[in-house]
């Protein structure tokens, strides 16, 4: 069963601070990973993916990627209250033809930002 | 350009009965994933549809069945309804498939079976 894993949370960090949010993956094969943002009673907003090993930067948030250990992490800083959400991170996996196919998602972590 | 659609927005129905969904993607997108959203599974891949033909399926059972159409409107059909069917359901689009940094999800549908 391939599986994306979370805490759960809930992660409460100041105003300002740098909330980190953590995934670990379980298919080796994954090539793309992906980072949602979702707000209670919303829909999913994707807000970073990244293929490559390494950091990407986009504004206030970092995806990391480390495909040696199965991680994938967010940094968000300067963090605000409206960032306050339940984050998702996403994986592709394989097809049994090896294409990249569809996504699992982790259950979520909640991040509250307190002012 | 306006967003993924869905409708109904909300449902109400009893075990047993049947329901269908409909989402209309975003113009120029010809996929549509399915995903069903419960508090205690998260979000899980339930289709993929591209060019009317089912590409991806996920771990569902037969009950769980989905159609698109040549507009690459889509819709998704649910029989012999269960309580735990009870669910936040979500289409998102995309221009192609397998095209998931450029896929967009709807507002969804909450079904509630009583």
């Known amino acids: 069963q391939k599986e994306v894993e979370q805490n759960s949370g809930p992660l409460s960090v100041p105003e300002g601070a740098i909330a980190s949010l953590n995934c670990t993956y379980s298919?080796?094969?994954?090539?793309?990973f992906f980072w949602y943002r979702q707000y209670s009673g919303k829909s999913p907003e994707l807000i970073m993916f990244?293929?490559?090993?390494g950091d990407k930067e986009d504004g206030r948030f970092t995806a990391q990627l480390n495909k040696a250990s199965q991680y994938v992490s967010l940094l968000i800083r300067d963090s605000q209250p409206s960032d306050s959400a339940t984050y998702l991170c996403?994986?592709?996996?394989?097809?049994?033809?090896?294409?990249?196919?569809?996504?699992?998602f982790g259950k979520g972590t909640k991040l509250s930002v307190k002012p | 350009k306006a967003g993924v659609t869905q409708t109904p927005r909300y449902l109400i129905k009893t075990r047993g009965q049947q329901v269908t969904l409909s989402c209309s993607p975003i113009s120029g997108h010809r996929s549509v994933s399915w995903y069903q959203q419960t508090p205690g599974q998260g979000l899980q891949f339930l289709f993929e549809y591209f060019s009317e033909t089912q590409r991806n399926k996920g771990n569902f059972p037969g009950r769980f069945s989905g159609r698109q159409f040549s507009n690459s409107r889509s819709e998704m059909n649910v029989s012999t309804l269960e309580l735990g069917d009870s669910a936040l359901y979500l289409c998102a689009s995309s221009p192609f498939t397998g095209n998931q940094e450029t896929q967009y999800f709807g507002p969804g549908t909450r079904l509630l079976v009583l």
């Open positions: 996403a994986v592709t996996v394989r097809n049994y033809g090896g294409s990249q196919g569809n996504l699992i």
């Open positions: 990244i293929y490559s090993n």
């Open positions: 298919d080796r094969g994954s090539q793309s």
